[in-house]
């Protein structure tokens, strides 16, 4: 994906994840050996040696369309994946077999689908790049369309009550589920350079969370649009713009007491669910966010090191270098082990526990431009290829 300001305004220059490479070449004319942006000159090693018997499976596999080259992954809800290809179609498939159960298409002159898909038992929604949401109900008809101010960027957050999209100018802004209906927005003013990859928001024990391209994670009111606490991931550092990058990326990690965001060229931070109070925070520069279960907190760095932290203290529990220099797109939870996927395609399994290499599978043609998506005992991820695949370990 080539790299490439947005036009306009200096405040809506957002830059592709997948493009930081070439920008930083770019700015440091003569590092010809950094091989993508992360402030390291190191390069790519032979990938460290397998230690373990696990396996990678692929239960079932769905086409979604031709090639694409994306952001947009599938959701889960109620027994049903729903997952879009950017022209437009949304597949509803059966979490098990991988069947599809529903069709459903945005209306012409909607624009192609940027953010999504979210869904809840009675809404699947999807955003354009023509700032369009559009609503269906889980059978595929079309229950309501609303403009937004610009292009969504993220999957939406859904309630009872209302839709949360995020724009690719900074805004949050909420719309009545029922009919789309603008409710209220939450405007802030974009940084200079932005990553293109966005924060995902989250609705958790009635409250809205919301990571920003300042570094900040909100915790909104979904109702009205109150802030109940603003949380600082990362500040900026140095003089360029690409040095003071610092979104807040992917998914927020939650358990029942904290909630963890990790911010690029910055920390992963964890506060305090209910108050905002940071709990702990450590210096890691991600572009996948975080995963939690009962004991750790797990980030893969810009760098493809693998790290598990206490969850209560931040201690620093097993490091492991397992993509050597590759870069991860994205991370799940999938039995015993913590799955990364780096940009080749290649699915690792590092062992939670111990943080060993204790498996490795699929390849080239599972590659993906960002994002796995837990589901049931294993993980989804959509491709480059077009398809969407349901990735398991054994």
Known sequence: MPARA?????AERRLPALAIALAAVVAIAGCSSMTWF????KKVQPLPAVTGTAGVSTPWQ?????KQQSGLVPAVVAGRVYAAHPTGGVLALDEKSGAVVARMQIPAGKGSISGGVAASAALVVVGTNKAEVVAFDPNGSVLWTSRVASEVVAPAAITDAVVAVIGGDGSITALDSKTGERKWTVQRQLPALTVRSSAVPIVVRSALFAGTPQGKLLALDPRNGSIGWEATVATPKGTSELERLIDVLGRPAVDTDRICATAFQGRVACFDLVRGNLLWSRDVSSLTGA??????VYVVDDKG???AFDKTTGGTVWKQDVLAGRRATGTAIVGD???VQDSDGTLHLVDRGSGRIAGRGLGESFASDVGLVAA????LVQTRSGSLAYVTAR
């Open 6 to 10: 947005h036009p306009g305004r200096a």
């Open 38 to 41: 992360g402030g390291s000159d």
């Open 62 to 66: 769905a086409s979604l369309g031709g």
């Open 291 to 296: 995963q939690i279960d009962n004991r750790h």
């Open 305 to 307: 090191v693998a790290q």
């Open 337 to 339: 082990f913590l799955a």
């Open 376 to 379: 049931g005992d294993g993980a």
